[in-house]
């Protein structure tokens, strides 16, 4: 079973409206850490944002929220005011076992999200 | 501060050849990890080194292989090359390991098999 699951390959945007991505992610283990990343063309993975399991509070970073539902296992990224440049592939990852020494990023397939002027 | 520097950015390598990736972490950086990025498979997790240890390890074969160096450098390596190991290879470091917080990822190398 997938532990990431995006289920938008795509998405368009008008300049200036806010966007939903959609994150689904499938864990036992009760601590973890959510993340989004931006991928823009030229291959550069950016860090975006991130919720751990037990932060009480949604995150935020500037124009970027996470909208962390723990019961439905959701971690939705809502990018507001969008802007041209936010024109990229943004990927949903999750790090069990968080805060151990160990522990990769497991990625979801991503979504390519195109701003139109 | 300088990025994470990942060499060589292209690279076409024929069927059967062996390739070697570098990546120079940001300086102070010392957990190095690799991921590889095709289109079936999305971004896969290789390895993760920290104080030229090997930490944590994916699943991918015994021809896919690394190392670090005592200044926190880190090669893979990929022996006997395949038609699928065509991907960009992802490199990012971190200060500690296994803290996603705090990687910062290189702009990649993009592998071409022939």
Redesign the interface.
Known sequence: AQKITQTQPGMFVQEKEAVTLDCTYDTSDPSYGLFWYKQPSSGEMIFLIYQGSYDQQNATEGRYSLNFQKARKSANLVISASQLGDSAMYFCAMRENYGGSQGNLIFGKGTKLSVKP | KAGVTQTPRYLIKTRGQQVTLSCSPISGHRSV?W?QQTPGQ????LF?YFSETQ??K?NFPGRFSGRQFSNSRSEMNVSTLELGDSA?Y?C?SSL???D??G??????T?LTVV
Request: proline content about 8%; glycine content about 20%; hydrophobic content about 25%.
């Open positions: 990890s991921y999305g971004l896969q997790f993760e930490r944590n994916g960009l992802l990012a500690s390991p296994g996603p917080r990687y910062t990822f290189g702009s990649g993009r």
